[in-house]
């Protein structure tokens, strides 16, 4: 079995990124979130307990054991569709989709992120918009008499992500 070793600045991340205070820092390991992630409840092989599991990656995060969560599969960083569910029943308040962002953006910086993240990053900085409107949308709105879709503003948007650096994480 592989050792794992402790990335004190990668832990210090992670208790600065979380939201809450310092007494919430403390996972139990109850396994409510993954008893309750629906992420977990598709992907998981009981019989050999693969899969995504938010449990094993809030201890490894809180332990600062990096390697552990980066040298793992896609799903480990990117199974989270934050539905918040494991937010809301976790018993320490602990906010696990938030130390998850972290793990994404730091994904997304080392340039690990899955290709469909980058793709679909682009299609929002080109249009403005995360589902672009298709004409079978707008037959549907029409004919429930809603009003069309305001255009957004892209070149106004597009200043915006640019001032974050997001073309150049893009690139
Ligand atoms: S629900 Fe909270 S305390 Fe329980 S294992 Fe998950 S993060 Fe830890
Ligand atoms: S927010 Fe992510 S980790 Fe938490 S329950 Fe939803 S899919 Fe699972």
């Avoid at 599969?73 to 989709?97: F, K, M, S, Y």
């Amino acid at each position: 079995m592989k050792k794992l070793t402790v990335d004190f600045e990668f832990r210090k991340q992670v208790m600065d990124y979380h939201i809450g205070s310092d007494l919430i820092k403390y996972c139990y390991q109850c396994s409510r979130c993954a008893d309750n992630c629906p992420i977990t409840a598709v992907t998981t092989d009981f019989y050999t307990t693969t899969g995504y599991n938010p449990r094993s990656n809030i201890l490894n995060a809180l332990l600062g054991y990096k390697d552990a969560i980066f040298s793992a599969d896609a799903l480990t960083i990117w199974g989270c569709t934050v539905c918040d569910t494991c937010d809301e029943v976790c018993p320490q308040n602990i906010e696990l989709t938030e130390i998850f962002t972290l793990l994404k953006n730091q994904s997304v910086a080392n340039g690990d992120a899955p290709d469909f993240i980058y793709s679909q990053a682009k299609a929002i900085f080109d249009s403005a918009k995360a589902i672009p409107t298709q004409p079978a949308i707008e037959r549907r709105r029409e004919q429930l008499g809603l009003p069309a879709v305001a255009e957004p503003d892209v070149s106004e948007f597009q200043t915006l992500l640019k001032n974050i650096g997001v073309d150049k994480k893009l690139k």
